[in-house]
């Protein structure tokens, strides 16, 4: 009875010593929990990312339309026409101020790329709106030199000229 339970007690070592060799238990490398996002945690930093790409787009579209009010004085021209934001932010797909922003298949008037940003310019106002893919639409605005934030639809730079009224983005929800 005495070899039975020492070779119990053995047996019971190995299987612990090779757990804690992979990590099982809890918080080591085989523990797949502690290293892998559960599957919705992958969907919110998806979305997320998704988000935060909006939000950088419309922070680069005021640095161009900034650059622009600095050289001439007012924003008007900064807009979305072949002579306006896209001369000094080409990688953006501009659209006009009454424009929804969309995620795919954007017809661009000026510049390029997939998510349409819909733009205003008028003396010293400026204001831009895009769609991120989340579906969450972003707004900004600038009036004076203060720059405000905001969303919701309509997805469109008039829009903005409303709903941006926060001193920074909302968090990108997960």
Not at 4 to 32: K, M, N, Q, S, Y
Not at 121 to 140: E, K, M, P, Q, Y
Request: net charge negative.
């Amino acid at each position: 009875m005495r070899v039975r339970h020492v070779r119990t007690i053995a047996g019971a070592l190995v299987v612990a010593a090779f757990a804690v060799a992979c990590g099982a238990g809890g918080e080591g490398r085989g523990d797949p929990t502690a290293t892998s996002p559960k599957p919705g945690d992958q969907q919110a930093d998806t979305r997320r990312n998704f988000d935060l790409v909006a939000q950088e787009m419309l922070e680069r579209a005021l640095a161009a339309a900034q650059q622009w009010f600095q050289a001439n004085g007012s924003y008007d021209g900064a807009d979305s026409s072949p002579t306006g934001l896209v001369t000094l932010e080409p990688g953006l797909c501009y659209v006009g101020e009454g424009t929804l922003s969309t995620t795919s298949q954007a017809f661009c008037v000026s510049g390029e790329g997939e998510t349409a940003v819909s733009v205003y310019a008028l003396g010293d106002t400026w204001s831009a709106a895009a769609r991120s893919r989340s579906g969450r639409c972003f707004t900004i605005k600038n009036v004076a030199g203060t720059t405000t934030y905001g969303g919701g639809d309509p997805c469109a730079a008039t829009g903005a000229l409303i709903s941006a009224t926060k001193t920074e983005f909302s968090e990108p929800v997960g």
